[in-house]
């Protein structure tokens, strides 16, 4: 990322696009980075997840992030990420550990809706049997 020059002379990060947005968001979530969620979703996104009821809002998925997640430490590794203007989609893997200590590895998609160079719209997809 590149970084410029606000007119006050101090340092201002670009803003995120595209892959690039997608990609430095999940290196935020492994970090555990919290307080960065708005960098890349908008107040009003909505976060769907199987399993959970819709997560409505940036109050709602930082409470999800900070005290419901069942992950307590790893890694996403993104195998593609697709971006057609407002729309983008991710595939990859994530692997990782439980917060009851068991090994975490899940192939996962996303699909998302991008205005304004944020998610307002995020849909999760786990690879396992299901039907």
């Known amino acids: 990322m590149d970084t410029q020059i606000d007119p006050a002379g101090i340092p201002a990060q670009a803003p995120f696009t595209g892959e690039n947005m997608i990609r430095e968001m999940f290196r935020a979530i492994d970090a555990r980075e919290w307080d960065r969620l708005p960098d890349f979703f908008a107040p009003g996104a909505v976060y769907e997840r199987p399993g959970y009821e819709p997560f409505e809002g940036l109050e709602r998925l930082d409470r999800f992030y900070r ?32 917060r009851d200590g068991s090994p975490i590895d899940e192939s996962f998609a996303d699909f998302y ?17 299901a039907v």
């Open 67 to 98: 005290h419901e997640r069942v992950i307590a430490s790893g890694e996403h590794r993104l195998e593609a990420v697709l971006v057609d203007g407002g729309n983008a989609a991710c595939r990859g893997r994530f692997v990782g550990v439980h």
């Open 113 to 129: 809706r991008l205005a304004d160079g944020r998610i307002t719209h995020r849909r999760s997809f786990f690879f396992r049997p």
